[in-house]
C-alpha cells in the first residue's frame, strides 16, 4: 500500500501550464514526464489552474469545517439574541455560586455525607 504523494505547489502549476500548452501531449504522458502515479491527479490540477492559479496553493484535502459555529460578539448580535445570550450568561453564574456555595458548605462541614 502506498503512501498519499504531496506535490508541491510549484510542480502541479508546471504540469497544468503543460497540459493546457499541449505541446508535450496528454495527460498521462505529461504525468510520466513530471512522476506522477496518476493521470486524473493531472486532470485535476488543470481544473483548478484554469480559473485561478493561486488555487493550487491551497490544500484542498479532507472536509470542509461543519462544526460549531464561530462565536458572536455582543455587538453584532440583534437585541433579541443579545438578550438570549445574556439572559443564559446570567443562569449559569447563578448556578455556578450555589454550587460553590454548597462545596464550601461541605467542606467547612467536616461532614463526608451528601
Known amino acids: 500500500m502506498s503512501k498519499k504523494q504531496k506535490y508541491s505547489p510549484h510542480l502541479k502549476k508546471k504540469v497544468a501550464q503543460a497540459l ?8 498521462q504522458a505529461i504525468a510520466r514526464r513530471f512522476g506522477i502515479t496518476n493521470k486524473s491527479q493531472v486532470k485535476t490540477w488543470v481544473k483548478i489552474y484554469a480559473p485561478d492559479p493561486q488555487l493550487l496553493e491551497q ?10 459555529p464561530k462565536t458572536l460578539k455582543l455587538e453584532e448580535m440583534t437585541l433579541d439574541a443579545e438578550l438570549e445570550f445574556l439572559r443564559m450568561e446570567n443562569t449559569i453564574i447563578k448556578k455556578w455560586v450555589q454550587l460553590t456555595s454548597w462545596a464550601f458548605f461541605y467542606l467547612q462541614s467536616g461532614d463526608n455525607k451528601v
Open 20 to 27: 493546457l500548452s499541449g505541446e508535450q501531449g496528454g495527460a
Open 59 to 68: 490544500d484542498h484535502r479532507g472536509r470542509k469545517s461543519t462544526g460549531r
